[in-house]
């Protein structure tokens, strides 16, 4: 049936222009309206630290940032346009965090404005099927659901995971191009698609997804699969070799830092019953905008068998085989679910990294395509009732905006957010635990963080970081031999943490064990040779000892590595009168 036959008699109100670009302009404001809440949060406890506030390559545009940038696996990725990204808003407002979050939602506002292009050119390779009334409703309503959903404020909120919304724009804008190059075929345009990838693997290594996703939309709706066989696989070489090449990447950053955690997820076996449940996991996450957690943790038998398991492998297989039935009469079930799949298989876990189950950020964009599919359901129901079409967009838009503005509100503060995960995560979790312990110790309450602390060493004793922190709070208390224990059982846990090693150094100052301090010191800045803690606490070693000339050398370069550090000026300045005005039977 045309276009034509399906269209009552002039344009519909969903047709006109001011309509379609005033509601667009409407759903951009709504979401901008719920994460309004962003500008007064904090950084936070995750990796925020180690990407931005601890870390001076980001703090300059000369040739030696730059060469880290492309050259790093900091954080465990290959990530050189994040580390361009977060280094122009150091540039803009130093590390005041609410520079940050704006640039992120400014991305996130321009991928939710890609997210209804995309939409509405994939929906109107299918107008022959059905009409056009629905496109524009459908279109919307992907767009406000991608825009408005809490579950993407992680991806939003975190500072440190602008890749993320960066990768997503890349990948996004890589797509229209490309559905631009089906209508005319010119190579400058494959071209751009093709550049627009691989700015997409430099922001996130999850975009490696893109060349199967290509040949899904070309298998439908673009029909290709029959017609132009002999020219969309060779066209597709250059895509899958530089996905090949940003993979090997990632593998080995995860190795070189340590990332890679095969043993704690348990066997091979619980990580694929543990990738079907995370399938089913973010569909359900997606569809009930609750309870949302910054960490899943493993269940601690790690049982591949249970009835919950079962239950996900079963319903994953039972979609898959209904995909796979009606794939000539409804070949959208098969494209919308497979790109579900494909676009989150780098991050089911089947190699893990880090010790989560899951994470609210890898659905940022592989929901797209369930969400892609249900709009346009809902879309060609309700083309024709304007009034139930904009009380069911009102309501979605007013639900999942209020979640998301409380979820906003989560990421306020490192205490805000790992409070929340400890009551929307039922199982006991050393992670959570941990994160509220060192937030407690900051804070100078240390009764409450050494409950915590205790309770992560419980679950497990294995976790270096748990040991350190409560080795810095004995220190604090006056049990400087407690302390220096901890510790000591943090860097036999973690040899190559730098940290560590460098609050070991001033425990053994306070126990006057000199030589030992020292020699931990000179480890520390040799694992860490940018850390001018790691350099202040060996010049208070040497000058214990007396050794006023490698004393001030440390302080030297811990002041040129923060020179905003006063107390580190101090113990310079300190130091150097000591060598001006030397006293008797001293170095």
């Known amino acids: ?117 995309l939409a509405e050119k994939l929906y109107r390779r299918v107008t022959t099927l059905s009409g056009s009334d629905w496109i524009f409703p459908s279109s919307l309503l992907t767009m406000l659901f991608f825009g408005l959903h809490p579950i993407h404020v992680e991806s939003v909120a975190w500072a440190a995971e602008r890749k993320d919304v960066l990768y997503a724009f890349f990948f996004l804008a890589s797509l229209l191009v490309y559905l631009s190059y089906i209508s005319d075929k010119k190579p400058l345009k494959l071209g751009l698609c093709l550049a627009l990838f691989l700015f997409a693997l430099m922001a996130k290594p999850m975009a490696v997804s893109l060349p199967v996703v290509l040949l899904i939309l070309d298998v439908w709706p673009l029909g290709r699969w029959s017609r132009e066989m002999n020219r969309m696989i060779p066209e597709k070489i250059p895509f899958f070799m530089m996905a090949l090449g940003a993979s090997v990447l990632a593998y080995q950053a995860q190795l070189v830092t340590g990332a890679v955690n095969n043993l704690q997820a348990g066997s091979f076996l619980f990580r694929v019953s543990n990738a079907f449940h995370s399938l089913v996991f973010y569909i359900w996450k997606t569809l009930v905008p609750m309870s949302y957690s910054v960490f899943y943790p493993f269940p601690p038998a790690k049982n591949p068998f249970t009835a919950e398991n079962l239950a996900c492998l079963l319903l994953v297989a039972s979609v898959a085989v209904v995909c796979f039935l009606l794939r000539r009469q409804q070949p959208w079930l098969a494209a919308a679910f497979g790109f579900h799949f494909v676009a989150v298989l780098p991050v089911l876990g089947l190699i893990q990294v880090g010790s989560q189950a899951a994470a609210d950020r890898y659905t940022y964009l592989p929901t797209l395509g369930p969400v892609l ?110 302390g220096a224990g901890e510790l000591q059982t943090a860097v036999n846990l973690s040899p190559q943490k730098s940290v560590h090693r460098a609050h070991l150094c001033l425990a053994l100052i306070r126990l006057n064990r000199l030589e030992e301090a020292v020699t931990q010191g000179l480890e520390a800045v040799r694992l860490d040779p940018l850390s001018p803690t790691a350099y202040d606490n060996l010049g208070v070693a040497y000058g214990q000892e007396k050794d006023w000339a490698k004393s001030a050398e440390a302080f030297q370069k811990a002041v040129e590595l923060e020179p905003g550090d006063l107390s580190f000026r101090k113990n310079l300045e300190t130091v150097r009168s000591q060598i001006a005005n030397p006293s008797p039977g001293k170095k």
């Open 373 to 482: 599919l249900a709009a346009a359901w809902v879309g060609r129901r309700l083309a024709g009732d304007r009034a139930l079409f904009l009380s069911l967009a009102a309501i979605l838009a007013a639900v999942l905006g209020f979640q998301t503005w409380r979820q906003v509100g989560v990421w306020e503060t490192p205490l805000s957010l790992w409070q929340n995960a400890a009551r929307n995560v039922s199982e006991p979790s050393e992670v959570i635990a941990l994160n509220l312990g060192e937030i407690y110790q900051k804070a100078g309450r240390y009764p409450e963080a050494l409950q915590f602390l205790n309770t992560s060493i419980r679950l497990n004793p294995n976790l270096s970081d748990a040991h350190a922190t409560k080795g810095l709070i004995l220190m604090d208390q006056g049990d400087y031999a407690g």
């Open 1 to 117: 049936m045309s276009d034509t036959a399906e269209k009552p008699n002039g344009p519909s109100f969903m047709d006109k222009v001011e309509v379609k670009w005033g509601s667009v302009l409407l759903v951009l404001l709504a979401v901008g309206l719920s994460y309004a809440p962003l500008g007064r949060n904090d950084f936070v406890n995750l990796d925020d630290g180690d990407a931005i506030l601890n870390n001076p390559h980001i703090r300059s545009w000369g040739p030696e940032s730059f060469h880290w940038m492309f050259t790093t696996f900091h954080l465990g990725n290959w990530i050189p346009l994040t580390w361009l990204s977060l280094s122009l808003d150091y540039q803009l407002g130093k590390l005041d965090p609410a520079y940050y979050h704006w640039h992120s939602l400014a991305l996130h506002l321009l991928n939710t404005l890609l997210v209804f292009l």
